[in-house]
């Protein structure tokens, strides 16, 4: 049964520190994309990728935020200082892109990042 | 800018009722309208749709998207208390896929 995963399912951290999530897309997908989720902002697109290479990471605060795919199966965010405003729910999500499958998005099951 | 809306923001309903879930759409470079659940965990895949007037079903679920005026009705019927969730309308752009979702629908149903 192929699936997402993520790590850490948890992270709690103090302000200032680096954060790094760490996502395994299913085998075969093509596309990657992280999501953040909050309360007041619903789901928020950061970046993704199609074939490891960066597309857009327009929703991303540069100067903090980085995403990269060193290969295939594995999908890193970081965040260097975090701060409390990126306490959030981060999600990895795959798939195929559109033509090569239905363009539906498997999520991973996110990091919950509480920063203090 | 691309845009995906959804109505209502939250809806409380008891068991057996039907309900509409609506999601309107402005974005360049259609592809397709995806509809997920999310219960307390990760958004789980529902729907495509990709033509206009053909409504997909799963049990009690339905949708139909209409492309001409740029929405996506999403309906529950015989409500249970386990369809409460968030439920979210994704549109996606061609290409890469990228995808923009809207706010979601928050489904309570009481017993």
């Known amino acids: 049964d192929a699936r997402v995963t993520q790590t850490p399912r948890h992270k709690v951290t103090e302000m200032g520190q680096e954060v790094t999530m760490r996502c395994q897309p299913i085998?075969?997908?093509?596309?990657v994309f992280w999501y953040r989720q909050t309360m007041m902002q619903g789901l928020e697109l950061l970046a993704y990728?199609?074939?490891?290479?960066?597309?857009?990471d327009s929703g991303m605060p540069k100067d903090r935020f980085s995403a990269e795919m060193p290969d295939a199966t594995l999908a890193t965010l970081k965040i260097q200082p975090s701060e409390p405003r990126d306490s959030a729910v981060y999600f990895c999500a795959s798939g195929l892109i559109p033509g090569q499958g239905r363009g539906e998005q498997y999520f991973g099951p996110g990091t919950r990042l509480t920063v203090t | 800018e691309d845009k995906v809306v959804q109505s209502p923001l939250s809806l409380v309903v008891h068991e057996g009722d039907t309900v509409t879930l609506n999601c309107s759409y402005e974005v360049t470079n259609f592809r397709s309208l995806l509809w997920y659940k999310q219960e307390k965990k990760a958004p789980t895949f529902l729907f495509m749709l990709?033509?206009?007037?053909i409504e997909k079903k799963s049990g009690r679920l339905s949708s139909i998207l209409d492309k001409k005026e740029l929405f996506s009705i999403l309906n529950i019927t015989a409500t249970q208390t386990g369809d409460s969730a968030i439920y979210l309308c994704a549109v996606v752009m061609g290409g890469a896929g990228k995808s923009t979702f809207g706010d979601g629908t928050t489904l309570t149903v009481k017993p």
């Open positions: 085998l075969g997908h093509n596309t």
């Open positions: 990728f199609r074939n490891r290479a960066p597309l857009d």
């Open positions: 990709t033509s206009s007037g």
